[in-house]
């Protein structure tokens, strides 16, 4: 068989067939490891959370999906009914922690609402639970997201902020 002997010619210590063995196992080790990274990542988001965007569904309130129908007529109006929601749900989840004031809650509404970017955990848990007695903004179109690092894994409070 003339490929049997392509395969067996000598290139530097090994074989054609073992720099192909040694190519296929980096790549099939790659693709597990890439795999094993995506499921953890998926796995911390969900649990973290909840799935790492704007609910779809907030319960009793007035706004279901986008905010269409919010009861608030203005993002403006919406913040200053969210924030101290936020500031009070941060302080019932984190006691003892005094950095969770009314300016932290405005930079974690503001970080979502009117620049579309990832909070940490805790805004991400305190703005949760704010959405679920307000409902959505009016018009609201960026997911709610936890910052994480290029592993897929949440990153540490001081560094989303």
């Keep these: 068989m003339a490929s049997d002997a392509g395969l067996k010619k000598k290139v530097g210590p090994l074989s054609v067939g073992g720099w192909v063995a040694v190519a296929g196992g980096g790549v099939a080790i790659l693709y597990y490891l890439r795999s094993r990274a995506a499921a953890k990542a998926a796995t911390a988001a969900t649990g973290l959370t909840g799935g790492g965007t704007i609910p ?7 706004t279901i999906g986008n905010g269409t129908g919010s009861q608030y007529s203005s ?7 969210i924030v101290p929601l936020i500031e009070a749900a941060a302080k019932q989840q ?15 509404a503001t970080r ?4 579309g970017q990832c909070v940490g955990a805790r805004g991400y848990r ?4 704010a959405i679920q007695q307000t409902g959505l903004p009016p018009g ?5 997201a936890i910052c994480t690092n290029s592993a897929g ?6 560094k989303a902020n």
């Design 112 to 115: 979502w609402l009117m620049n």
């Design 153 to 158: 894994q949440p990153v540490p409070e001081s």
């Design 126 to 129: 305190a703005i949760g639970s």
């Design 56 to 62: 779809t569904s907030t319960g009793n309130a007035t």
């Design 94 to 108: 984190n006691p003892g922690k005094n950095q969770l004031n009314t300016a932290w809650a405005y930079t974690q």
């Design 140 to 144: 609201a179109s960026s997911p709610l």
């Design 75 to 81: 993002t403006a109006d919406y913040l200053a009914a």
